[in-house]
């Protein structure tokens, strides 16, 4: 993200400042943009940062939030591996062809392809895992991994407030 900033600043600097546009900051930027929102999809699913209808989500048993997750993990892996398949065969392609961004400096883009190709691969080890974790609970009724205490009060406050409302 700083890296990002700094291009952005660069360029505003270097157009309005000093008069003389650069032909690669607006590729660099919409690149370290993609992987910023691509690569960090795992992360969020990893710290449960993505959106959920909390007001069911939250009304409903651990047992039926493991089945909701199962249902929806399942969907999203089904989606990544078809994602991944295409990003697979884009970077094939962009390697074979030399395809390039139709700009001024017109940069390669099959370190796009590689990015999009391990982004989908981390998020769907991800969701494999948060899927194994959610099918261990409803077999056993226990948490397969442990959640730090903090979590867990920070879950059991807002099943309090949802009960509230």
């Known amino acids: ?16 400042v000093l008069g003389t546009p650069t032909i690669w900051a607006y590729d660099v930027s919409l690149f370290l943009f993609g992987y910023i929102a691509a690569l960090g999809g795992a992360l969020a699913q990893q710290n449960k940062a993505h959106i959920n209808v909390d007001v ?3 009304s409903v048993s651990m047992r039926l939030r493991a089945c909701f997750n199962l249902l929806s993990y399942s969907l999203a892996i089904f989606f990544l591996a078809v994602i991944l398949m295409m ?3 884009k970077f094939q392609e962009a ?3 030399n395809y390039r961004r139709q700009s001024e400096w017109a940069p ?4 796009f392809w590689v990015m999009m190709v391990v982004a989908c691969g981390s998020f769907i080890l991800q969701f494999s895992s948060d899927l194994v974790q959610d099918l261990y ?9 442990e959640q730090p205490a903090e979590i867990n009060q920070t879950q059991q406050e807002l099943v309090e407030q949802a009960g509230d409302v």
């Not at 993200?1 to 309005?16: D, G, N, Q």
């Not at 390669?108 to 370190?111: E, K, L, T």
């Not at 609970?137 to 991994?145: P, R």
């Open 1 to 16: 993200m700083p890296i990002l900033a700094l291009t952005v600043a660069f360029e505003v600097f270097s157009r309005y």
């Open 56 to 58: 069911l989500y939250l």
């Open 87 to 89: 990003a697979f065969g």
């Open 95 to 97: 390697i074979e062809f």
């Open 108 to 111: 390669s883009m099959a370190h």
């Open 137 to 145: 609970y409803i077999v056993t009724g226990k948490a397969l991994i």
